[in-house]
C-alpha cells in the first residue's frame, strides 16, 4: 500500500461520527460511577442513538442529518491534514472490528504508512496512572522502549504520568507510537503535552474516534480505553489504584479475550491496589520486556534487542563493586563504604556507571540500577 | 556669623560627605534645618539644644539655620548630631573655626553631652579618607573601628565638651589604635569539621565548595546535619585577607552588626525561609544590607530552599551572577557587595521519609522539584546528600581520623592559591566565579576526559551550562588532588555532582 493510496471512508460513516461528535455534551450525563461504561451506548444505530441521547433535540439533528453533506466533511478533514478511515476501509485496525461497538471512523493524523504495521504486529497498550512513583515511571519507560526496540506496536493515551512515559520509552526506542486521543485527533489534551504529542505525530500515529476539534468528554475517556484495549493484542497495567481508568481498559481487554498484565507493585502501597488486584484476578505478572514478548509471541520467540544485550557486569572489579554496592543503597557514603572506597572515588565510579548506561539518576534521590542497557542509536 | 563642619551620610554600606553649613545672626530666636532631613535628623535639633547647654556651653538666643550640603540628597539617622552641634559651637565662636576644616565628625549626642556609638563608622571613616580628610573625630567606643582604616587619625571623643577642649588645643588624646581581636587564628574551637560524624559526601562536597568557592545543594531528611556541616563551611574557608575582613566590618557596622574589631572570621547567615525577598538582597525605604550582603565573603545558608518565596530565591540571581546587589531609589542606585557562598538544603522529596517509606507520588516529588528550579539552581554547581547517620556512628568515641576544618582548611588554601595564580587578570578569585567563557578557556580537557565528557553529554543529557559547571567543578577537584591537568578521574567525580537531568524521566 502506497502512502499516497486514497483512503475510503462512507457517507453513512462519515455522519454517524459527526452525529457522535454534536451529542457527545449530552453523553456525559449517562455515565455512571466508578467505573463508567458506555453501556453499549456506542454500539445503538443512528436513530436509537438519538431516541435514547439527544431528547428534546432529537427532531432538529435528525434535519441536521438529512442534510448532512460528506462530501464537504471531506474537504474539511482534509484541510485539517486529518485522514479518515471508516470500518468499511481495508486499512481500519481489523482488530477494533472485535468490539461490540467499534467506532465508525478513526480520525488519524502521522505516519499512515505505519497502520499497515499496527495490523501485521500484535500491538500492547501500556496504560496506569497520571501520577506514578519514580520506581514505576522508569518500569514503564523501559517496557515502552524495550516493546518499541522489539518492534512492537506501543498505544497508550498520551496522559501524564504512565502514558506519556511509556509513549516517550516507545519513541527513544524508535518503536511505532499509536495515541489514542479522548477527543479531536488534533486536540491535544493534556495541552502540556504538546511536544510529545508532535513526535508520536512525527513517527507514529495519533487517532480518535472523535473528528477533528472535538474537545473531549468524560465519556471520551472510557470510550477512548475501549479503542485502546481493542487495538492492543496485550493491554499491560504498569501502575493503578483501584478505581481507576486503567481498569477500566483491562475491563474492555477482558471482554475482548485479549491477555492482561500487570506489573506488581508493593503490597502495601494504596497506589498499586488496582495491579496487584489485577494479578490476583490471573493476570499475567510483567517484571521486564521480555514476559510482554513471550506472552505475545511465545517463550523466547522474540527477543528485545536490549534484552538480547542484558548489560555485561563492568569488567572493572571496581566499578563491580560499586554497581552492587548501588543495588543495595542509594546513599554514596554507604556505597562507598561497601566498596571499600573513599567517596569522592565512589561518586567517580558511579558517574562512570552513569554514562555508561549501568545506573540511572533518580531524581533528587540517588541512583538506581537501570533496567537494562540502554540501546545504542540505530540506523 | 557662618561656619562650616564635614560630616557624612551612611548609604548602604558606604558614605557620602555631607558639609554642614551652620549660620547664626541676629533676629527672633529660632533652629532652622533644612537640607532634606529626616525625622532623627530633624530632632536633632533638641539633642544639640540640651548637650551644648549641659555641657556648660552657651545655646544662642539667634536665628539659627543649619544646612546640610548636598541639599537634594535625603539624609538620615543621628549620625549628624555632633557635626551640626560642633557647627554651631564654631559659629558662636565657642570654638575656633579655623580648625574646624581638617576635621570630619560623626556621633549622635545625648542630652548630657555625652558622645554615643553610632553605625557605620568604618564606612564613614574610609569615605573620609577618600574625601581626603587627615582627622575624624568619632565616639570613643567607635575609634578603634574607625582606625583600622589607614591613612587617617581617627580620635574617639567622649563629651562635647571634651571635643570643644580638644578643637582649643587644650587637649590632645592619641591617635586611636586599630581594633584587631587578639588572636586572630584563634578559630571558633567549639565548631570543628571534626565534631562531624559520618557525613562523608556532604563534608567532601563543602570542601570542593569551599575549594573553589562553588555554591551547593544538601539532599536529606530532615535533622541529619544539614545545617550543623553548613555552620561548618566558614571554617573550612582561608581565613580572611585583611581587605575582605575590612569590606565585612563595614558592612556589619553599617548594618549594627559586629563588635567594632575587625571581622577576622567569614560570616554565616541562615535566614529563615519566611523572609522576604527584599530581607535577602536588601532594599527598604532606607536602603539596608539584605541577608546576602551580611554574608558577604561568607556563607549564606538557605534551609529548605522550596520553602522560600520565589520572589525572594529570584531576586538572588543578580548578586549570584555579579557578587553585588544594585537598589534603585528614585534617581540613585545603591550598590551593596554581595559576594558569599550560597549552600542550600533541601529534603529528598516533599514527605521528608527514607526512600523505603516514602509515600509522594511521582507528581508531588515533580512538584517540590520544581519550586526548586530558577535561577539560583543555575548557579549551583554542586549536590550532594545528607544521610542520617546510624545511631552506632553516633556514640562512637569521636576521636576517629575525622579531618579537622583545619586539616581541611590548609588543603582550601593550597587550591585556592593554585586558582588565585591561574586566574591572574581574569577578574575572577576562584573557579567557582568563572563564567562559561572563562571556564572553558581555563579548563582544557586532555584526550582522556574529553572523551569522558563527550559520552557523558551523549547520554546524560547535560546542557551547555550543565557542561560549563561539571568542568569549574572539575577543576577544583584538580586543584584540591594537586592535579596540572584535569584527570579523567576528576571529572567523573565532578559529573556525579551535576544538577543536570533532575527531571529526566518526569512525565
Known amino acids: ?379 | 556669623m557662618l561656619a562650616c563642619v564635614a560630616t557624612f551620610a551612611l548609604e548602604g554600606v558606604a558614605s557620602h560627605e555631607v558639609t554642614v553649613e551652620v549660620d547664626v545672626r541676629r533676629g527672633l530666636a529660632a533652629f532652622t534645618l533644612v537640607g532634606l532631613p529626616d525625622r532623627a535628623v530633624r530632632e536633632s535639633r533638641e539633642r544639640v539644644r540640651a548637650a551644648v547647654l549641659n555641657c556648660g556651653l552657651e545655646f544662642p538666643q539667634k536665628r539659627i539655620t543649619v544646612n546640610l550640603a548636598p541639599a537634594h540628597v535625603r539624609k538620615a539617622g543621628p549620625g549628624f548630631d555632633l557635626a551640626i552641634a560642633v557647627g554651631l559651637l564654631g559659629a558662636t565662636e565657642q570654638v575656633p573655626g579655623e580648625a574646624l576644616g581638617r576635621y570630619a565628625l560623626y556621633g549622635e549626642l545625648s542630652l548630657s553631652g555625652a558622645i554615643k556609638p553610632v553605625r557605620g563608622v568604618l564606612a564613614v571613616a574610609l569615605g573620609a579618607r577618600r574625601a581626603g580628610f587627615s582627622d575624624l573625630l568619632v565616639p570613643e567606643q567607635n575609634a578603634g573601628e574607625a582606625a583600622l582604616v589607614e591613612g587617617i587619625e581617627v580620635r574617639g571623643v567622649s563629651t562635647l565638651d571634651r571635643l570643644a577642649d580638644l578643637l582649643h588645643g587644650r587637649w590632645s588624646p592619641g591617635p586611636a589604635l586599630p581594633k584587631v581581636p587578639e588572636a586572630p587564628d584563634e578559630r571558633s574551637e567549639d565548631i570543628d569539621m571534626a565534631d562531624v560524624h559520618g557525613q562523608e559526601d556532604a563534608k567532601r562536597a563543602l570542601s570542593i565548595a569551599a575549594a573553589g568557592g562553588h555554591n551547593a545543594l544538601m539532599i536529606g531528611p530532615p535533622g541529619a546535619g544539614k545545617t550543623m556541616l553548613a555552620r561548618r563551611l566558614p571554617g573550612i574557608l582561608p581565613a580572611p585577607s585583611f581587605e575582605e575582613a575590612l569590606e565585612v566590618t563595614q558592612v556589619h557596622s553599617a548594618a549594627g552588626l559586629g563588635n567594632g574589631s575587625l571581622a577576622t572570621r567569614r560570616p554565616f547567615r541562615a535566614p529563615h525561609h519566611t523572609i522576604s525577598a527584599q530581607g535577602l538582597v536588601g532594599g527598604g525605604n532606607r536602603p539596608q544590607p539584605g541577608e546576602i550582603t551580611l554574608a558577604h565573603r561568607g556563607v549564606l545558608f538557605l534551609d529548605e530552599l522550596p520553602e522560600f518565596s520565589r520572589a525572594a530565591v529570584d531576586a538572588l540571581r543578580q548578586p549570584l551572577e555579579e557578587g553585588r546587589v544594585e537598589i534603585m531609589r528614585g534617581q540613585r542606585t545603591l550598590e551593596f557587595p554581595a559576594n558569599a557562598i550560597v549552600i542550600a538544603a533541601c529534603n529528598r522529596c516533599p514527605c521528608a521519609r527514607p526512600a523505603e517509606n516514602c509515600s509522594c507520588t511521582q507528581l508531588d516529588a515533580s512538584r517540590y522539584r520544581r519550586r526548586l528550579s530558577g535561577p539560583l539552581l543555575d548557579r549551583i554547581d554542586l549536590v550532594c546528600q545528607v544521610d542520617q547517620v546510624p545511631h552506632i556512628e553516633l556514640v562512637g568515641d569521636g576521636s576517629g581520623e575525622r579531618a579537622t576544618s583545619a586539616e581541611v582548611r590548609a588543603g582550601v588554601a593550597r587550591a585556592r592559591e593554585l586558582q588565585r595564580r591561574r586566574l591572574d587578570r581574569t577578574g575572577a578569585l576562584c573557579n567557582g566565579d568563572m563564567d562559561g567563557r572563562l571556564t572553558r578557556a581555563m579548563v582544557p580537557l586532555v584526550a582522556a576526559p574529553t572523551a569522558r565528557m563527550l559520552a557523558a553529554r551523549e547520554r546524560l543529557d547535560l546542557s551547555g551550562r550543565g557542561h560549563d559547571r561539571v568542568l569549574r567543578v572539575a577543576r577544583t577537584i584538580a586543584d584540591l588532588a594537586g592535579h596540572g591537568e584535569v584527570e579523567a578521574v576528576d571529572l567523573d567525580e565532578a559529573l556525579s555532582y551535576r544538577l543536570d537531568g533532575l527531571d529526566l524521566v518526569a512525565a
Open chain 1, 1 to 379: 500500500m502506497s502512502p499516497d493510496r486514497k483512503r475510503f471512508a462512507c457517507d453513512a460513516c462519515l455522519r454517524r461520527a459527526a452525529l457522535i461528535a454534536r451529542l457527545a455534551p449530552r453523553i456525559v450525563a449517562l455515565l455512571d460511577r466508578p467505573r463508567p461504561r458506555l453501556h453499549g451506548l456506542l454500539a445503538l444505530e443512528e436513530g436509537e442513538l438519538l431516541a435514547a441521547v439527544a431528547g428534546d433535540r432529537a427532531e432538529a439533528l435528525r434535519s441536521e442529518l438529512r442534510r448532512f453533506d460528506a462530501g464537504a466533511e471531506r474537504e474539511r478533514l482534509a484541510c485539517a491534514g486529518v485522514a479518515g478511515i471508516c470500518r468499511h476501509d481495508p486499512d481500519f485496525p481489523a482488530l477494533l472490528l472485535d468490539l461490540d461497538d467499534p467506532p465508525a471512523m478513526l480520525f488519524v493524523r502521522g505516519r499512515l504508512e505505519t497502520l499497515d504495521r499496527l495490523r501485521e504486529e500484535p500491538a500492547v497498550a501500556i496504560v496506569g496512572t497520571r501520577s506514578p512513583t519514580p520506581y514505576v515511571t522508569e518500569v514503564a519507560y523501559s517496557l515502552g522502549r524495550g516493546l518499541g526496540a522489539a518492534r512492537v506496536p506501543v498505544v497508550s493515551g498520551l496522559a501524564l504520568g504512565i502514558d506519556a512515559t511509556a509513549h516517550r520509552g516507545c519513541l527513544d526506542g524508535r518503536g511505532l507510537a499509536v495515541a489514542v486521543l479522548p477527543g479531536g485527533p488534533d486536540v491535544v489534551y493534556p495541552r502540556r503535552h504538546r511536544a510529545l504529542y508532535e513526535r508520536v505525530r512525527e513517527n507514529g500515529v495519533v487517532l480518535s474516534e472523535l473528528p477533528p476539534g472535538a474537545r473531549p468528554y468524560r465519556w471520551s475517556f472510557p470510550a477512548r480505553n475501549r479503542i485502546m484495549a481493542g487495538l492492543a493484542r496485550m493491554t499491560v497495567v504498569v501502575e493503578a489504584t483501584d478505581p481507576s481508568g486503567s481498569l477500566i481498559t483491562t475491563d474492555f481487554a477482558r471482554d475482548l479475550g485479549r491477555s492482561v498484565a500487570a506489573v506488581p507493585g508493593r503490597v502495601t502501597s494504596r497506589f498499586a491496589r488496582g495491579t496487584n488486584g489485577l494479578l490476583k484476578d490471573g493476570a499475567v505478572p510483567i517484571t521486564g520486556t521480555e514476559d510482554v514478548l513471550d506472552e505475545l509471541f511465545g517463550a523466547g520467540a522474540r527477543r528485545s534487542p536490549r534484552a538480547a544485550g542484558q548489560p555485561p557486569e563492568p569488567s572493572d572489579p571496581v566499578l563491580a563493586r560499586v554497581l552492587e554496592a548501588v543495588e543495595r543503597s542509594g546513599s554514596v557514603a554507604m556505597i562507598a563504604e561497601a566498596a571499600a572506597l573513599s567517596t569522592a572515588e565512589a561518586r567517580a565510579a558511579i558517574a562512570r556507571l552513569e554514562a555508561g548506561g549501568y545506573l540511572v539518576r533518580r531524581g533528587l534521590e540517588g541512583w538506581e540500577r537501570a533496567l537494562g542497557a540502554p540501546i545504542l542509536p540505530g540506523p
